[in-house]
């Protein structure tokens, strides 16, 4: 691993902005279940944007609490879908669940919605494939759900939001004493080893200030390289 390179990153790492996190209000209408049919809820979210500390308007991850009751929970699959488009599959049908508790205040939970807006209709639905091992006789029903958004209030990819930076320093290579002073400017192209700061002639060794350096282990010692190549 390069460790040089590690640290230059860090010096130059953006942060993103303070994350928010918004609980819309529940959904308290009660539907049936019915076997072999879908039920479809739509809640209009706002994002809190009525409330600055916790107003997510660029989503990281949603977070779906739902309250069902149903004879076999193991026969529905849920699906919730964003503003933009975004259908995520929250739950899918389990053979092996035969429980007949449902879900209580359950959290599901999407990451399928990084980056989009929180703020319009999201679409709940919940879908029930009865299996041969139930009772029919009982319903499902969707109690209650609620939606809660994790979140940035601003875009957090947008150059504005870039905090200062450390500079970056670099070392130059060593000047040679017994360079003649009053020699012309060198007007030639650089070496690509060589940064945008130029040379003073066409070979690495020239460069006025290096684009890479490279370490090499020489009889068990690290070495640094002074020019902008290392010797063989």
Known sequence: MDAEAMVMEAEKWTTVPQQHVCVESTDRQIKTIRPNSAVRSIYKASGCSDNPNHHVNYLEHVVVRITITHPRRGDLAIY?????????????????????????????MTIHCWGERAAGDWILEVYDTPSQLRNFKTPGKLKEWSLVFYGTSIQPYSPKNKFPKVERFRYSRVEDPTDDCGAEDYAGPCDPECSEVGCDGPGPEHCSDCLHYYYKLKNNTSILCTGCICPS
């Open 80 to 108: 919730l879908t964003s503003p933009s488009g975004t259908r995520s599959q929250l739950l899918a049908n389990r053979l092996f669940d035969h429980s007949m508790e449902g879900f209580k205040n359950w959290e599901f």
